[in-house]
């Protein structure tokens, strides 16, 4: 017998054809989606970005590509949303990784590049920004990048070091940050004048 505010009819499989039937080419239209909610799904997003369903993880990358194109965040939750159900899902962290930066100039102008862990690519700036978020376990910081939609990817560490590596120190608002630029954006990792007392 199912558990309250479970789904049981509805699995993987069965969202994985009414998303294929919706899209076609690019992502699909889910802001245009309002479909009923259906339950949840014992489907989680670990901190690693690897995607478990029922524990297990998923093993086939081009499912997870498929149910992260039909991922929806409304507040604080998140939902694998089709045209017709919505299914709540659990996320640890952020739904997805930053895992490549490709650094390009344009007209003398810096424009930083990510490639998510499901193969799509985010060019930073002003409609999406970096954030930065202090680490109480290691005292450092935790870089995220916002991808669409109120859904952000984590950076991986590799990744933050290339952006300390390309970070310098601006005026934001009457103090000397230590941040990093793209698109003609300034995002602030923290003071200037913390940073040199650490170093």
Known sequence: MAKEGQVTPVGLETIAGAVGQASSRGLPPVHL????????LDLRIAADGTWHYLKTPI????????????LKREGDKYYL????????IVVD??????????????AGLRILHF?????????CGVHNPLRFEPETESGGLKPYLHVRSGLW????????YDLAALGEERAVEGER???????N??????SAASLRDFT
């Open 185 to 190: 954006a300034f995002f602030p990792m923290q």
């Open 33 to 40: 989606w309002d479909p009923p909610f259906c339950g949840d």
């Open 177 to 183: 940050m230590f941040g990093v630029a793209s698109d």
């Open 59 to 70: 093993g086939r990358p081009a499912l997870v590509k498929l149910f992260a194109s039909v």
């Open 93 to 106: 962290d952020a739904p997805f990784l930053a895992v490549e930066l490709r650094v390009e100039t344009r």
């Open 153 to 160: 990817a984590k950076v991986t560490r590799a990744l933050l």
């Open 115 to 123: 490639r998510t862990n499901v193969d799509d690519w985010v060019a």
């Open 81 to 88: 949303v089709t045209p017709v159900e919505k299914c709540g």
